[in-house]
């Protein structure tokens, strides 16, 4: 099971960080995906981490990605946030390989989502 949080309003410029705990298994075992879907739009994927990390262009410098492995958690910090980054994130976990991160087809068990809204 996955619990995603840590979505909020924050103005354009702002930061966020956003949570993913894991129950019933070590999260450190797991490659966690960050995806985002906006109003109107298609899921897209954001970032994934698996011991390093891989992310979308569109939040190459900004997003980083970190694991916790005593909490269970992996994070999703989010600097110099934009509007165009508004949108309910999921986090989700996969077995595949690494070529394969970004597809969302992949993943098998899905966080229930976290708001984010950045006003302008």
Do not use: H
Not at 74 to 90: C, F, G, H, I, R
Not at 95 to 101: A, C, G, H, K, V
């Amino acid at each position: 099971q996955l619990q995603a949080s840590g979505g909020g309003l924050v103005q354009a410029g702002g930061s966020l960080r956003l949570s993913c705990t894991a129950s019933g298994r070590p999260i450190s075992n797991l490659r966690v995906g960050w995806f985002r879907q906006a109003p109107g739009k298609e899921r897209e994927f954001v970032a994934a981490f698996s011991g390093s990390s891989r992310y979308a262009d569109s939040v190459k410098g900004r997003f980083t990605a970190s694991r916790d492995s005593a909490l269970n958690t992996v994070y999703l910090q989010m600097n110099s946030l934009k509007p165009e980054d508004t949108a309910v994130y999921y986090c989700a976990v996969t077995q595949t390989i690494w070529s394969y991160l970004d597809d969302a087809r992949r993943y098998t068990y899905w966080g229930q989502g976290t708001l984010v809204t950045v006003s302008s």
